[in-house]
């Protein structure tokens, strides 16, 4: 069972004007979301202050103004370079407020205006966070693993009912697969003669089984690992922060898990 919540019609999709203007709104805000977590993505990897200091060019230092901070359309009208050193701009942030407008957008598609998809939303910031760091420091921060489980805990009566029997699913699936990737990853450890897996990537899994239980966990395991050895051959890397593909395959199988494991199991027969 994938514990991903109602996928109840929502209202706004009996008019089009309607819709269109939540969808828009949805993208601004997955957009906006995205500009922050990236700037705050970037100050935890370097020590800076989060809530101090306004933004800057990393390459001149010159602060930012207004017209340099408007998300997706700044980069493109300034064509990836800083309006007054002329250097190139990370394509990082543009990237990740462009997949952040489509993913909001498909979470509301997806769920509606509900506590399903305000849950999916907050989480998807705590994933792109976590991911951006990772991509930047091989680390996945504990403040959001630990961000991640009080979500969860936080939205379980207002989604699940029975509330307790998710509670149930959702710890079995934490614990069963936490501990058995973490079993894997210390046997690997004294075969290969070095770390196979982060602490933070097995945390990290562990809250993917709360979310989605045994079977959806199972699933996004596995997905998870191809999505990393595409990464890999994209990259040409041999090593490569594994949260971020996590998290990929935990968005994709919370939103779509259940279709795709129908399909899947239609594929080979059962």
Not at 54 to 78: M, Q
Not at 112 to 136: E, N, T, V
């Amino acid at each position: 069972m994938i514990n991903s919540g109602s996928f109840s019609t929502d209202l706004i999709f009996t008019s089009g004007v309607i819709t269109a203007y939540v969808l828009i709104l949805a993208a601004v805000l997955g957009a906006v979301m995205a500009s922050f977590l990236t700037c705050l993505a970037g100050r935890t990897v370097t020590g800076e202050s989060i809530w101090r200091g306004r933004s800057h060019c990393d390459s001149c230092g010159h602060i930012l103004g207004p017209a340099d901070l408007v998300p997706v359309f700044s980069y493109l009208a300034l064509r990836g370079k800083c309006r007054y050193c002329h250097q190139k701009i990370s394509a990082q942030s543009f990237f990740a407020e462009t997949l952040s407008a489509a993913v909001f957008v498909a979470i509301i598609l997806r769920l509606g205006l509900s506590f399903d998809a305000l849950r999916a939303m907050i989480l998807y910031c705590i994933l792109l966070a976590l991911s951006l760091i990772d991509l930047a420091s091989f680390t996945i921060p504990d403040k959001a693993i630990a961000t991640g489980i009080v979500l969860w805990a936080a939205f379980l009566p207002l989604i699940h009912a029975p509330w307790r029997e998710t509670l149930k699913n959702g710890m079995i699936g934490g614990f069963v697969l936490g501990a058995g990737v973490l079993a894997i990853s210390l046997m690997m450890d004294k075969i290969l003669g070095r770390e196979s897996m982060g602490g933070g990537d097995i945390k990290l899994i562990f809250v993917m089984g709360l979310y989605l239980g045994l079977t959806g966990g199972l699933f996004a395991l596995i997905l998870a690992c191809v999505i990393g050895l595409i990464f890999i051959t994209v990259r040409h890397q041999g090593k490569i922060p594994f949260g971020p593909s996590i998290s990929a395959a935990f968005m994709i199988v919370l939103l779509y898990g259940r279709p795709l494991i129908f399909w899947y199991n239609s594929l080979i027969g059962l």
